[in-house]
């Protein structure tokens, strides 16, 4: 089996790989007059005999560079179009023996390709270092010629294949790209990534095959392109055969298939709760991409493809799906997160093209929102774990907003006190948070959301006015303070506005002083690439030159992604 510890070895006969090399020629030679069985059995020890080679790393390249493999592949191709053949024809014959010899031709190929099983620890759940890669001494066996032809070819015809069968195939293509960069872009090529995007395409197809089979044939083919776009990314132009932005362009065209084409036999309830578990997977599989040293590079790869609108255009086309909506929509709240990530150029990008205020629209109109969809948004602004507050601070200011103006809307009376409490804790929680509400005119927005008091809960609203008060001590201009008076206006001139007292408190904390004094303005240089220029030294006056200021050192957010490096610090030079 592929997965087993390798054995100790003995040394073998010097001239047991000639030995070998013969018998497996006689095998190929006479399979198209069809093998006995006994000559069945003997390609397979063979092929498992190659793999127990394989397990001492020092075999691998030489035994890649004999002819064993291409006998290999020919058998496995042969006995695929028997396969395919046989289910075609309805044979009812058992093909046991013939699928062992695929399965093992196949973990063979896997054991030249990726001698270190990179791929299979990939698979499950392990990632290895650039460091742990580059201690891996032995090098892959040079990829042949003959796999792109094969690899194309054992997906011609492919619904007559058995799933698990495929993959297996998906595997062996894996360990290729995972195993070695040269292989890896030499297997990347149009004709590789057409078979996976068809064998994408083909998952929204169950007919009679088992679901978890199809479910676990789709997982494997997006881990393939997720190891494909990342070795794309560490390659040059020359070298590779198909760039990154055609492999997303085909990527985002499946992600947003026009199901209405489909006959009406297949868009039945369950076709579409199984088009939608796909959509999901994509999508999760964007923000796996992006996980990757060349975030910036492949944002703006992203961004080119124009993410935003395929992504925001999903959204808007499973309205006519019944249910899993909302799984939908958090996913896609995730991708578009993901794509926007510390980027502050990307952020601007979906501002321009997209707008919040449209992506709200699109939100809204999918219908009640559940909590895991407010929670996504809440991750969105902080670009991380919601309930980590206190360790991240805000990253993104417009979800917040878009939050605050929702809340009118939210029937669930339990979900505006949870949204408004947490706004309370995010937006206050130091100088640098209340600064950017106030820049991105939150108070206004809470004014506006507290006009609609009929439909907030109480608690809700005294949150938000908490908030505002907060917002209000860090800084507030004429026009805001006058929305607020005119908030507490009532058609009953004798009957008070229930927000007279909050109100009333929000402004006394406003006017109260907390804490040490402080300049109301002032230079912020929370950026790390932040700074203030002084003239050079030949513009000067006189013999000397001083620069007086007040630092006020807020303390730092801890970013989880840089615990374990060095830590910065300002310098003043």
């Known amino acids: 089996r592929v997965d087993d510890i390798p054995p100790g070895i003995s040394l073998l006969p010097d001239n047991i790989l000639q030995v070998l090399r013969l018998q497996l020629l006689q095998c190929v030679q006479k399979m198209s007059d069809g093998l006995e069985e006994q000559q069945q059995a003997l390609s397979l020890l063979l092929v498992k005999f190659f793999i127990i080679l394989c397990r001492n790393l020092a075999n691998v390249e030489e035994i890649g560079m004999c002819s064993y493999i291409n006998h290999v592949i020919t058998m496995t191709t042969l006995y695929i179009q028997q396969l395919k053949s046989k289910t075609k024809e309805k044979e009812v014959a058992d093909q046991t023996p013939i699928e062992e010899f695929v399965r093992h031709a196949l973990a063979f190929c896997e054991s030249l390709y990726d001698p270190y099983r990179n791929w299979r620890q990939r698979i499950a759940g392990r990632f290895l270092s650039t460091v742990e890669k580059s201690r891996q001494k032995y090098k892959p066996a040079s990829l042949t010629v003959e796999f792109v032809p094969f690899f194309y070819q054992c997906f011609q015809e492919s619904e007559h294949l058995k799933e698990s069968l495929k993959c297996c195939l998906l595997h062996l293509f894996g360990a290729i790209v995972a195993g070695g960069q040269r292989n890896a872009l030499q297997a990347v090529s149009p004709a590789t990534m057409e078979v996976l995007m068809r064998v994408l395409a083909d998952c929204d197809n169950w007919d009679d095959r088992n679901p978890e089979e199809v479910s676990r044939k789709a997982e494997l083919t997006l881990?393939?392109?997720t190891e494909v776009v990342h070795i794309l990314l560490t390659s040059s132009s020359d070298q590779r055969q198909v760039e990154t932005s055609t492999i997303l362009e085909n990527y985002f065209k499946l992600l947003n298939s026009d199901h209405s084409a489909l006959p009406n036999l297949r868009r039945c309830r369950q076709w579409e709760s199984r088009f939608i578990a796909l959509q999901i997977q994509m999508l999760n599989t964007i923000t796996a991409m992006l996980d990757c040293t060349d975030r910036p590079v492949l944002q703006a790869i992203f961004l080119n493809s124009n993410c935003f609108e395929h992504l925001i255009r999903l959204l808007q086309n499973c309205k006519v799906f019944q249910g899993h909506l909302d799984c939908l929509a958090v996913s896609t709240i995730q991708a578009l997160t993901a794509v926007m990530h510390k980027s502050p150029a990307a952020k601007e990008v979906f501002k321009e093209r997209i707008g919040y205020a449209h992506m709200y629209e699109v939100l809204k109109s999918l219908g009640q929102p559940s909590r895991e969809l407010l929670e996504e948004l809440m991750n969105m602004a902080?670009?991380?774990?919601?309930?980590?507050?206190?360790i991240l601070g805000i990253s993104n200011v417009q979800p917040l907003?878009?939050?605050?103006?929702?809340?009118?809307?939210?029937?669930?009376?339990?979900?505006?006190?949870?949204?408004?409490?947490?706004?309370?804790?995010?937006?206050?929680?130091?100088?640098?948070?209340?600064?950017?509400?106030?820049?991105a005119n939150m108070v206004i927005r809470i004014i506006e959301t507290l006009n609609s008091h009929s439909a907030l809960h109480c608690t809700c609203a005294e949150n938000l006015i908490a908030l505002l008060g907060s917002l209000g001590s860090q800084s507030m201009g004429s026009e805001e303070l006058l929305q607020l008076i005119r908030l507490l206006r009532t058609e009953e001139p004798k009957q008070a506005h229930p927000y007279v007292v909050p109100v009333m408190r929000a402004i006394l904390a406003m006017a109260r002083k907390q804490g040490m004094a402080s300049a109301l303005q002032y230079f912020n240089l929370n950026h790390s690439m932040a700074g203030i220029a002084v003239p050079s030294i030949h513009k000067?006056?006189?013999?000397?030159f001083s620069f007086n200021a007040w630092l006020c050192l807020d303390q730092d957010r801890v970013d989880p992604s840089t615990t374990s490096k060095s830590g910065k610090r300002k310098q003043l030079y």
């Open 223 to 225: 881990k393939c392109l």
């Open 382 to 390: 902080v670009e991380g774990d919601h309930m980590a507050v206190g």
């Open 401 to 439: 907003l878009l939050l605050i103006q929702w809340l009118p809307e939210l029937e669930s009376h339990d979900l505006q006190i949870f949204i408004s409490n947490w706004l309370r804790r995010i937006c206050c929680i130091n100088r640098q948070s209340r600064a950017t509400c106030v820049n």
């Open 540 to 544: 000067w006056p006189g013999s000397a």
